[in-house]
């Protein structure tokens, strides 16, 4: 009996570690010490014969043999589920814990929760509104169930599932001389007042390396972090910017005009899960519930 209770905790710890991400994560979800966590994946290692784990510089990555062991682990887990199902039970009970950024939040999310609950009498939902960073390290440690952002995220432990797609457009001040353009094209911005998003933001390096092929050097006046700091910014006259549209532009927006931007710049926005963890029925419930009641605009469309 005690070996087998050593190889669940040996097979627990590969599953928290896929979930997580780290083997911080994976001791918090697990409730034990980071040393214990690394001690049961090293005696998995040493059991099936193989290294299942990349370690360099302090960090710790599941290798394609730890991910298919991982998948062939799903029926022994499903059938614990079922035999703590009253566990379960109360645990489908809790409330929907959602964290999404600040733009979503305030120009989307927050009137879709509203009408979900609306439609959904007895069922709670808990709504963080934080930065991404932050969404990313809370689906990492199991804080949230659920989180959805528009942000291009390049992270083990975490999974996307894609159900918006838009692209890149430029809004500038109504007046502004490139009004006359339909299509503005990157030539069209040598020289011209340019507001960007700060560098540690995915979109900053993508919209630099659009520039440098067509050989273009715009006038940056101004940099944020958010689209709706941007739009406030091109409000005041300061300049342009290039956003993803989806969801501040998708009802208009007084004194700013939207023109396409001739770049091959595409803007998913994702529902973020823990990788390996199936979602519960109310996040399930709540996913679709964005994709079937949110109609396709000017600017996005559903995947």
Known sequence: ??????????MEALRALVTTGTTIGAARRLGVSQSSISRALGQLEQRVGRNLFLRSSGKIEPTAAALRLNEQLD???????????????????????????????????????AAFLKQNPGKSLQLDIQATDVLVSGILDLRYDLGLTSAMIQRSGVTLVPWRRSQVVCAMPTGHPLEQKEIITPSDLEDVELIEFLRRLGTRAITEQVFARAGVRPRTVAETATNMAALELVREGLGVTLLNPFPVLSGGMADITVRPFDAPI????????????????????FMEYVKFTTPPDEYSETV
Request: aromatic letters at 8%; zero cysteines.
């Open 1 to 10: 009996m005690a070996e087998h209770r050593h190889r669940l905790r040996e």
């Open 266 to 285: 595409t803007y998913n926005t994702s529902f973020v899960l823990p990788t390996g963890r199936q979602p519960s029925e109310l996040a399930q419930q």
């Open 75 to 113: 029926p022994l887990f499903e059938t614990l589920a079922q035999i703590e199902g009253a566990e379960w039970a109360a645990a489908d009970e809790e409330p929907l814990r959602l964290i999404v950024p600040p733009t979503l939040a305030h120009n989307f999310v927050i009137k879709q929760v």
